[in-house]
């Protein structure tokens, strides 16, 4: 039995962003013809033409570290995407196997390392378990972002225990995943208070909109920044005027170190990002903030440095949650297919409002 789909709809080569040794993202990513990637008949994967990815800024970060040596395999960026079903095989599940259905979900991290699979192209042949079928409501440029982001902030409220009556910080609340960690901690797990920071009047209403109660611009917060702030606001009451939760999307390592002035000495701190880059966030601040001993000067806080893996499972509690209407997507920017590099200068710029997306093809 062949493929679900006529074989000549699909072309012998595709667009794709690609590089094949490690740099700058302007330095080594090209707009390359490449073929098509082939689907094996003996598995239950799917060929799935991209329509919209979603920008991450670890991605980014990782471009000038990896590979270590040049490679003859091109390396296509991005994981998270939406598409339709272009092929698949006999033993695909069947709610997978009709060409045209609607998909969003996000490449293995494994595919992208070992054979240079990535979402920024116009096919890519992945496992049924990596995606769901798109909400028929759910415009493609708002579900592009939506399993990375929102499984990533879905793990971050358990990892942290936030619970009906929590007071939680989130740090850097108006990006990509920092809009969808304020909704979930708020409307989801019920936060009594949600405190966040953003940067002028455009990030105060946006973070606002979320669900937070308090907008700090970091900006704005005086001698010692946004910790001494902190430290003065929730600090003075004892233990229990402080947080029960930090949630950092950014990656600022002094956020933690300060921390035992205004978290809990139960709280939890969890972070996501490598503001410091991603062998000091690695190799040393990780390290250092889960291991050193206190009596060496450690911050006797609980630290997390989440990874996210993904599951089919959270995916359907996000549709879930977008369905009922509990879970807003929050786009930044979109930009066409051959704009990528200028859709990487908005991610990096930190002034981007939520997702950065490149439109790849026409649905």
């Known amino acids: 039995m062949s493929t679900t789909s006529t074989p000549s709809t699909i072309p012998d080569r595709m667009k794709a962003w690609s590089y094949n040794h490690r740099g700058p993202v302007h330095k080594v990513l090209q707009l390359s013809s490449l073929p098509t990637p082939h689907l094996p008949q003996d598995s239950p994967n799917i060929l799935v033409r991209i329509t919209h990815a979603s920008l991450t800024p670890s991605i980014a970060h990782l471009m000038p570290i990896l590979p270590f040596l040049r490679s003859s395999r091109p390396f296509i960026p991005e994981l998270s995407f939406t598409g339709t ?49 798109c909400p028929a409501d759910l415009a493609p440029e708002d579900a592009a972002g939506l399993d990375g982001n929102g499984q990533t902030a879905l793990l971050m409220c358990r990892n942290a225990n936030v619970r009906a009556g929590s007071r939680v910080f989130v740090n850097g609340a108006t990006g990509g995943v920092g809009t969808v960690v304020v909704q979930m901690a708020k409307r989801v797990f019920g936060a009594a208070e949600v405190v966040a920071t953003g940067s002028g009047e455009e990030g105060f209403a946006l973070a606002k909109a979320m669900g937070a109660d308090r907008v700090v611009d970091y900006r704005e917060c005086g001698p010692g920044g946004i910790t001494a702030w902190l430290a003065d606001e929730y600090g003075r009451g004892g233990d229990e005027g402080k947080f029960d939760a930090v949630l950092d999307c950014v990656g600022t390592q002094a956020l933690f170190e300060s921390s035992p002035e205004y978290l809990k000495e139960d709280g939890v701190f969890v972070s996501v990002g490598a503001m410091e880059g991603v062998f000091t966030t690695l190799f040393w601040n990780l390290p250092k903030n889960r291991w050193w001993p206190k009596i060496l000067g450690g911050t006797p806080r609980k630290f997390i440095f989440q990874q996210t893996p993904i599951t089919p499972e959270r995916r359907e509690e996000l549709v879930k949650l977008v369905q009922a209407g509990n879970l807003k997507r929050v786009v930044d920017s979109v930009f066409d297919m051959e704009d990528a590099l200028k859709a990487y200068d908005r991610l990096l710029s930190q002034r981007a409002k939520g997702k950065v997306i490149v439109k790849i093809q026409d649905v």
């Open 85 to 133: 079903i272009a092929a698949a095989t006999p033993t695909t599940p069947p709610h997978l196997s009709t060409p045209g259905t609607r998909v969003f979900g996000i490449i293995p991290i494994s595919a992208q390392l070992l054979h240079g699979a990535g979402a920024l192209a116009e096919y890519v042949v992945t496992t049924p378990t990596s995606v769901s079928v």
